[in-house]
Nanobody, 121 residues
Framework: VQLQASGGGLAQPGGSLRLSCVAS????????IGWFRQVPGKEREQISC????????TYADSVKGRFTISKDSSKDTVYLQMDRLKPEDTGVYFC???????????????WGQGTLVTVSS
């Protein structure tokens, strides 16, 4: 099982970035995928997740209305479109495979390597 996250970088407040998470050796139609953010000194928090079977989604309150999670199973890729970025969105973003569609970090057992997002003027 491999998850490869990419797309991070530097963005200005109000700008946009799109993160990608490419899955290897398993189908996105069988497992939920979550995006998480890690900030130094804080616990890793889930930003969004998408279910395997019907594409249902959830979002952290801090990103609702600004971030959109989606997937393209034909490309084995889950996306996180991040719009109207704020400085507090800064952090390392990880994608992870869940044992079930869940908001609990402990329900995710395979993790990608993370991609750094910096929002600053």
């Amino acid at each position: 099982v491999q998850l490869q996250a990419s797309g991070g970088g530097l963005a200005q407040p109000g700008g946009s970035l799109r993160l990608s998470c490419v899955a290897s050796t398993f189908s996105l139609d069988l497992y939920a995928i979550g995006w998480f953010r890690q900030v130094p000194g804080k616990e890793r928090e889930q930003i969004s997740c998408i279910s395997s079977y019907d594409g249902s989604t959830t979002y952290a309150d801090s990103v609702k209305g600004r971030f959109t999670i989606s997937k393209d199973s034909s490309k084995d890729t889950v996306y996180l479109q991040m719009d109207r970025l704020k400085p507090e969105d800064t952090g390392v973003y990880f994608c992870a495979r869940g044992i079930q569609w869940s908001e609990q970090t402990n329900d995710y057992n395979y993790w990608g390597q993370g991609t750094l997002v910096t929002v600053s003027s």
